[in-house]
């Protein structure tokens, strides 16, 4: 009886053992998923936000038109717009005395290059710099209208989106002395950059909505993966803790290493001539900011729950650290007030991302309060005997 009694023992305890095995590998099956979703939704959200939001876009093209590399080449676009669509010869013939109109085809050839340094001057202008943000503006409003079916923009049958550059080409031609009348004369086109033609509308409309939909879900769904990580990995959540930092760590390098890829690819696709490779190189720059910023900012993430992870941890230095800590940490005053001010630091400064909208900012708020409060539980139970100074009485005084 005692045997089979022994047995029966045994058979429930290996049965009570068996089941771990796969909740074990359930933490980091959750993990990986994580990684794959978080890398796409980090270049979903970034499309997302550089194609749709106003502001987003505003400050891109602010930055672009200050840049010194696309001044040149939108000079350069400006002057070649000009010659091509205006006759300079004729327009100096009428201008100089009989006797010296036959010099007008070599001065006129002669005054390209000094035409361009006007030009370039001109664009370093705050206020002809307005004029191509303003234009941009107006492109990207027409753009959204038409994506998302609002205003006079509705149909992609006649609809084409172009970034229209009428008053920024006055403005510089002004400066350049080119006849009022004869720029009068010039084609829409000239002044015009062709953005999106119409044939293409209905697949972008598609793909943009489809983007939108897939940012946030996706976004959502690896913060979800994530936490069910951590909830799963019950007895081993600091090593499960430490995974998801490295995870972060991992995304944060691809996005970086997939932005470096493409600028080398897209610019040498996209730049007509050596000489432009400048420009698109600068521009690719500034539109991928946003994105090279996200990748930075989720790397620094990783590396601060890698650093959690380890001052939880059982190492020697770790322990003396949560040791030195410990009376502090008692004190929801001091540990909060501490995290406060922390906060008010990086809020201020900016460094990150998450620092500069609202949703992340909350969500950065409750995850690093969540993470003090769990420490705090961890060094009370851990350190029960150590107790916050006490200020000492001056003499003829009680003890607080």
């Given at each position: 009886m005692n045997a089979e009694a022994e047995a029966k023992?045994?058979?429930?305890?290996?049965?009570?053992?068996?089941?771990?095995?796969?909740?074990?590998?359930?933490p980091t099956i959750l993990i990986v998923l994580a990684t794959v979703v978080g890398i796409v939704s980090v270049f979903a959200l970034w499309a997302q936000r550089q194609m749709m939001e106003q502001d987003t876009w505003s400050n891109t093209s602010q930055q672009l038109v200050e840049n010194s590399e696309i001044q040149s080449a939108l000079a350069d676009f400006l002057v070649t717009q000009i010659y091509n669509n205006v006759d300079i010869e004729q327009s100096l013939a009428e201008r100089l005395p009989p006797e010296l109109a036959p010099i007008a085809g070599?001065?006129?050839?002669?005054?390209?290059?000094?035409?361009?340094t006007i030009a370039d001057k001109a664009l370093q202008q705050p206020k002809v710099q307005s004029l191509f943000v303003?234009?941009?503006?107006a492109t990207h409003q027409k753009f959204v209208q038409?994506?998302?079916?609002k205003g006079k923009f509705v149909s992609t049958s006649?609809?084409?989106?172009?970034?229209?550059?009428?008053?920024?080409?006055?403005?510089?031609?002004?400066?350049?002395?080119?006849?009022?009348?004869?720029?009068?004369?010039?084609?829409?086109?000239?002044?015009?950059?062709e953005i999106m033609k119409s044939d293409e509308l209905s697949e972008v409309q598609t793909g943009v909505k489809a983007l939108k939909t897939a940012a946030w879900f996706l976004t959502a769904?690896?913060?979800?993966?994530?936490?069910?990580?951590?909830?799963?990995g019950r007895g081993r959540r600091r090593e499960t803790l430490r995974s998801v930092g490295i995870s972060l760590v991992f995304i944060g390098l691809v996005v970086l290493f997939a932005?470096?890829?493409?600028?080398?690819?897209?610019?040498?696709?996209?730049?007509?001539?050596?000489?432009?490779?400048?420009?698109?190189?600068?521009?690719?720059?500034?539109?991928?900011?946003?994105?090279?910023d996200t990748g930075q900012s989720i790397l620094v993430y990783g590396i601060v729950v890698i650093l959690a992870a380890w001052f939880?941890?059982?190492?020697?230095?770790?322990?003396?650290?949560?040791?030195?800590?410990?009376?502090?940490?008692?004190?929801?005053?001091?540990?909060?007030?501490?995290?406060?001010?922390?906060?008010?630091?990086?809020?201020?400064?900016?460094?990150?991302?998450?620092?500069?909208?609202?949703?992340?900012?909350?969500?950065?708020?409750?995850?690093?309060?969540?993470?003090v409060e769990v420490l705090r539980r961890q060094v009370i139970k851990e350190f029960p005997d150590l107790t916050t100074p006490q200020v000492t009485a001056s003499p003829g005084q009680p003890a607080p």
């Open positions: 023992t045994q058979v429930n305890e290996n049965s009570k053992a068996k089941p771990r095995k796969p909740r074990r590998a359930l070599p001065v006129s050839s002669a005054l390209r290059g000094p035409a361009e303003d234009a941009s503006d038409l994506i998302e079916n006649g609809g084409v989106i172009t970034l229209d550059l009428q008053s920024l080409f006055t403005s510089v031609t002004d400066q350049l002395g080119v006849g009022s009348k004869a720029v009068a004369k010039l084609p829409a086109s000239a002044a015009s950059i769904l690896t913060l979800i993966l994530f936490a069910a990580a951590i909830f799963a932005r470096n890829v493409a600028s080398n690819q897209i610019v040498g696709s996209l730049s007509s001539s050596a000489a432009n490779d400048a420009a698109v190189g600068s521009a690719f720059d500034i539109i991928t900011s946003l994105l090279r939880a941890g059982p190492s020697r230095w770790a322990v003396s650290a949560r040791r030195a800590v410990t009376p502090w940490l008692r004190q929801p005053q001091y540990a909060f007030g501490g995290l406060a001010l922390v906060l008010i630091v990086l809020f201020w400064w900016g460094p990150l991302v998450a620092t500069q909208r609202l949703i992340p900012s909350l969500l950065l708020i409750v995850f690093t309060a969540a993470g």
